[in-house]
């Protein structure tokens, strides 16, 4: 057992929880794009070296000029329980610090919350984050093992995400078994993350958890890297088929025809997406680029001739043997030797069934 912080007293902390694609980050982005306090730190704990959660506040924080944010990266440790050391170290650094109005704790959808709960020695706040349509698909009976609303167990305050996506009658049906299993937990509606920042940071009294019920689970994560281009017919085709056993996907990617834009791409159980990401690096001057030491040190970590930072960097959570095979189903997205060789103004004629992208500014 890892033994409680108490420096932690000395700042507040919320722990964001839930599962792999209920809506958590977004919910951070909703954060730092609202709050107009002071300096905000973050730890956002994943099962993989690629931290694309922190990546996406980091971009957040930096593009709205918060230069006085913290954002940290933290790799669950098996070994250690899914609650990693290193995480009380950033916690008690932050609290040591004495700048920050709050400190937020991502944890990842297979990390121990009530480890994290023991290990932290005073919280203002626990908040869960479900995907309504899939809580929705448990108060039907159609998925019986309770994992969705377990996830809530000690939560002080859920958040109920994507809404939209239920009609009145489903909504509320999700809202009373919720209430019946967590009735000492604050219940808010959030529509894409919106949720106001003095919710997320008020101090609630923590209720006494329910019997543990442990979650069995055969997901792992892997990550999905690469230096050469998608062929945009062959992507959206992947894409937008069957996905078995797969149960998140996160990241960005580099299309043939898109020279540059990121595009970002999403697939939980229940959505699939994909849209502008911003521009690479590689296709912005360099009079543009940020001053800043940390930010130019990781662009220049991610820099590769001839593309610049051009890549594609996506997160697969799922079955093993379903992870294998995505995987290779992706390298054969990827343009071939004899399709590199053609060059980037050839690959601008290749068929891109994908929506046009709005530049962003």
């Known amino acids: 057992m890892i033994a409680p912080s108490a420096a932690l007293r000395r700042v507040p902390v919320t722990i964001v929880c839930g599962l792999h694609g209920s809506g958590k980050t977004t919910v951070l982005q909703q954060l730092l794009a609202e709050y107009r306090g002071g300096a905000l730190a973050f730890i956002v704990v994943q099962p993989t070296s690629f931290n694309f959660d922190a990546n996406l506040i980091r971009g957040l924080s930096g593009a709205l000029d918060r230069k006085d944010d913290a954002i940290y990266e933290v790799r669950e440790d098996e070994e250690e329980g ?94 009373e078994y919720l209430q019946t299993l967590r009735s000492d937990a604050l219940l808010i509606d959030s529509h894409f993350g919106e949720i106001p920042p003095e919710h997320l940071m008020q101090e609630l009294i923590l209720p006494e958890p329910p019997q543990a019920r442990e979650l069995v689970t055969s997901t792992v994560a892997q990550v999905f890297s690469a230096r050469r281009p998608f062929h945009p017919q062959r992507f959206h085709d992947l894409c937008f088929g069957d996905w078995p056993d797969i149960w998140r996907v996160k990241g960005f990617f580099w299309l043939a025809t898109r020279m540059d834009i990121v595009g970002g791409f999403s697939l939980t159980n229940t959505s699939c997406s994909s849209g502008p990401g911003g521009h690479w690096w590689a296709a912005v001057p360099r009079d543009h680029w940020p001053k800043g030491k940390d930010l130019l040190a990781r662009i220049e970590a991610s820099w590769r001739e001839p593309y610049g930072d051009r890549r594609q960097e996506l997160v697969l959570l799922g079955e093993p043997a379903a992870l294998d095979r995505i995987s290779r189903e992706l390298n054969e997205c990827l343009l071939t030797d004899s399709e590199i060789e053609l060059g980037p103004s050839a690959w601008e004629k290749l068929p891109d069934p994908f929506p046009s992208w709005t530049e962003p500014a």
């Open 82 to 175: 899914y609650w990693p050391d290193e995480v009380m170290r950033l916690v008690d650094e932050c609290a040591a610090a004495n700048r920050y109005d709050h400190l937020f704790i991502e944890l990842s959808g297979s990390c121990c919350v009530t480890a994290a709960v023991d290990a932290i020695d005073s919280l203002h706040n626990v908040v869960c984050v479900i995907d309504a349509l899939e809580l929705l698909q448990e108060v039907l009976g159609k998925t019986p093992d309770g994992t969705i609303s377990a996830s809530a167990d000690e939560a002080s305050m859920i958040a109920l995400q994507k809404i939209d996506l239920l009609n009145p009658s489903e909504l509320k049906k999700c809202r």
